[in-house]
Each structure stands twice: as structure tokens, then as C-alpha cells.
């Protein structure tokens, strides 16, 4: 008898356990899922993973920028320092980009031969 009724509170707890989980992660037809959500978030958030830019680094006005070789755009470069030693060069410059400002968050600049 005890036993049995033990299983019967066993059985009970569990399915008040799988309720309160079900509670807790709502799935309402008209809004998205918490991982698309995330994902949506992580495609508009502007700290991307960096990828390589080619092109030579040249003076626009004050500040130096990189003329990319493949799209001919000219993007910012926001570390002068790191740029001022390639200026009329060709390199590869591995960078995050910042649609927005044009600007590339300069991650490491090598530069490329032209053989």
C-alpha cells in the first residue's frame, strides 16, 4: 500500500513538473520563438564576426582609409595608428564592419605583395 502510494505521488509531482515547464516557455502562435528572436537580434547586431578586406590603404581628407580592391568602396579605418604605416600599400585587413558609419573596427593589417 505504501508503495503504491508512493508511486501515485511520484506520478503527480512529475506532472506538476512538466506544467510548470510548460508555463515557463510559452509558445504563442503570433510571436516568434525565443531562438528565431535571438537570431534576429544577432543578424542586426553590429558586432559581426571580423572577415578579410584587400585593398590599399590611402589618405582621405584627415584620415586614412581603405580602398577596397573588389567593391572599390572606401571604408574608415578606426585605427589610424595600426594604418599609418601601410598608407599607399596593398593589404588585407581583417576588420568587423560597421554598415552604418562606413567604418571598419580594425582587428589586424597585413600587407600583401602584388607579384
Known sequence: MKR???????VGLSGLGASLSAQQTPST???PDSMP???QTDATNPQQSARSFEGKIAKMGDQLVLQENSTKTAYKLDDQDKAKQFVGRDVR?????DVSANTLHVVDIIPVSTE
Open 29 to 31: 502562435p503570433g510571436q
Open 4 to 10: 503504491l502510494l508512493s508511486i501515485v505521488a511520484l
Open 93 to 97: 585587413v581583417m576588420a568587423t564592419v
Open 37 to 39: 528572436q535571438q537570431q
